[in-house]
């Protein structure tokens, strides 16, 4: 697999409020997440109508192929096709907005990673699992039957679309679900798969937040044409707050041994990652802080199969989630 720089849509098809608090502001609801928000808001699907033509267009696509990056990463829910699923809550599908998005990425010459990003009862329990405080999807087996025919449909609609480049089976399924069930659903999923798609469409795993144990798995497993996903982030464990501005900056060094020896068995991408950060004591100003974070990272993340960053943008412009404006702003150098 030809090693890629990439950017996530994130917030488009599968929504994350903190990436938009606006659309979730409109109207007085208790929304965290697009179930409560397709359940509480009075006009929700005006309101993702008007959203997902508007979030991201082809003008983004084509800065993005502008500045160096190869391909996009989509997250995509469970609750694509209406007229195969029964969903439990009132979900609306943004199947044709996705249809078109396909088109128009291809049109600029760019390429795409589809993400499952959400699945039924949720495999993590965040608000980009799509309904927040819930991780039942491991405790179902249906669940699981469900998620394989959503990525059957899938890969059956897009198979030979030109701009499919490769299809994640399932973003982030948290830390406690068993790695034999993890696993097993992997194994069946690239079965299935790999008898749709075509042979040059790599099929993704991500590494379920415990990097490792993936060793002996594709070392015992022939796969072909697959990649294992690794999301790095420097802001959420604890750890990170401890550490001192240099051993901050230190760590992607500290991971780089076991990420390319992984990447040696099976090709290793970061697909997501980001200068959200704490705020530290730093010789300089806060953008030499947020280069100094970008090339520590990108250092590391260049030597392996690819990278995804997260995301192309939100609503907060002077932000380290926000690629467009970290590239605008002369943070980020690809």
């Given at each position: ?229 690794t999301h790095r982030y420097q802001c959420f464990d604890d750890k990170f707050f401890k550490m001192t501005s240099d051993e901050f900056l230190g760590f992607p060094k500290q991971i780089e041994k076991e990420l ?13 990652w980001s200068l959200g950060a704490r705020s530290y004591e730093f010789n300089g100003t806060r953008a030499e802080f947020e280069r100094a974070f970008a090339d520590s990272q990108l250092e590391i993340y260049n ?32």
């Amino acid at each position: 697999m030809k090693p890629f720089k990439a950017v996530n849509l994130g917030g488009w098809f599968v929504l994350e409020k903190w990436m938009k608090p606006s659309l979730f502001e409109t109207y007085p609801i208790e929304a965290r997440c697009e179930t409560s928000f397709v359940k509480n808001h009075p006009h929700a699907l005006q309101a993702l109508k008007e959203h997902w033509e508007t979030w991201i267009t082809k003008a983004d696509i084509v800065w993005l192929k502008e500045h160096n990056i190869d391909l996009v990463r989509i997250p995509i829910p469970w609750w694509l096709f209406p007229e195969k699923h029964v969903f439990p809550f009132p979900y609306h599908s943004p199947l044709l907005y996705l249809d078109s998005a396909m088109d128009f990425i291809h049109e600029t010459g760019m390429k795409v990673m589809l993400d499952l990003h959400t699945a039924p009862g949720s495999q993590n329990g965040f608000d980009n699992g799509g309904i927040d405080g819930v991780l039942t999807w491991h405790h179902d087996p249906k669940n699981i039957d469900l998620t394989l025919d959503v990525l059957d449909a899938i890969a059956l609609r897009y198979k030979n679309h030109p701009a499919l480049h490769s299809l994640q089976v399932l973003n982030e399924p948290h830390w406690t679900i068993d790695m034999t069930l993890m696993q097993d659903f992997y194994s069946r999923a690239y079965h299935r798969l790999r008898a749709i798609l075509n042979k040059e469409t790599v099929i993704v795993f991500h590494d379920a937040f415990r990097f490792s144990p993936w060793k002996q798995f594709f070392m015992e497993h022939k796969m072909d044409n697959v990649c294992l996903d690794t999301h790095r982030y420097q802001c959420f464990d604890d750890k990170f707050f401890k550490m001192t501005s240099d051993e901050f900056l230190g760590f992607p060094k500290q991971i780089e041994k076991e990420l390319i020896e992984m990447n040696d068995i099976v090709p290793v991408i970061v697909g997501e990652w980001s200068l959200g950060a704490r705020s530290y004591e730093f010789n300089g100003t806060r953008a030499e802080f947020e280069r100094a974070f970008a090339d520590s990272q990108l250092e590391i993340y260049n030597k392996l199969s690819g990278w995804v960053f997260w995301s192309y943008k939100i609503t907060t412009y002077d932000s380290g989630w926000n690629f467009r404006s970290l590239v605008e702003r002369n943070i980020l150098h690809l």
